[in-house]
């Protein structure tokens, strides 16, 4: 169906200690609700949604991962997992400092087994309990710029900032695509194009504009 066609499909993925919310933020973007009763995420899941940004319809399809560190590194899948990714949401809690201190090891992970182009946000969760926090919006947003990350806080409760850290993360990723920096034909990159037709079309363009170029 034409509604479901998409230009590009987008993996993501969402990593942080087990408790930060991960899989609430997720339910979150995908239903517009929160997710009541939640329980730690065992292994991997993942969801998908079609967004929309300027003339482009991108498929984001978003990895949650277990928070155990020690479960998550012991899947044989783990390394592949990360190559395959063009963005990752490191999520930590703003209420619980020990979660912050873990995304040096999220990060290196990251890092370590992605591919150099990969767009990183850090996203505090649950800025809705303000008063609770143990990090400051001020000592994650200089940790962000220290370490080359976007950032920004949000709540799977009240659902502040969800649809922003995926647009944000997404839209990074198409401005990589255009500028030349992430290629879709590249595997492992993260990126693929979508419906055929559409791939089609977006080769046809890129052709006149070069067909156009030349003749000036």
């Not at 034409?2 to 590009?8: G, P, Q, R, W």
């Not at 930060?20 to 899941?45: A, P, R, W």
């Not at 998908?48 to 590194?73: F, N, P, Y």
Request: net charge neutral.
């Amino acid at each position: 169906m034409l509604a479901d066609a998409y230009d590009f499909l987008l993996k993501l993925l969402l990593v942080g200690d087990s408790g930060t919310g991960k899989s609430c933020l997720l339910h979150h973007f995908l239903e517009n609700q929160f997710k009541k009763d939640s329980v730690n995420t065992i292994g991997m899941e993942f969801g998908t949604r079609i967004i929309h940004l300027a003339d482009k319809s991108i498929k984001l399809q978003i990895w949650d991962t277990a928070g155990q560190v020690r479960l998550m590194k012991s899947v044989s899948l783990t390394r592949s997992y990360f190559r395959g990714a063009a963005g990752a949401l490191i999520v930590y809690d703003i209420c619980n400092r020990e979660t912050f201190l873990g995304v040096d090891s999220w990060l290196a992970d990251v890092r370590s087994h992605a591919n150099p182009e990969l767009v990183i946000i850090l996203v505090g969760n649950k800025s809705d309990r303000a008063d609770e926090r143990e990090v400051s919006y001020l000592e994650a947003s200089r940790y962000a710029q220290d370490n080359e990350m976007m950032f920004l806080e949000a709540s799977a409760l009240t659902g502040d900032a969800v649809e922003e850290m995926f647009f944000k993360c997404a839209r990074s990723i198409l401005s990589k695509i255009e500028i030349g920096q992430i290629d879709p034909e590249r595997s492992g990159s993260g990126v693929q194009f979508g419906d055929s037709s559409l791939r089609r079309m977006t080769q046809r363009t890129r052709t006149r504009k070069k067909e156009r170029s030349c003749c000036f």
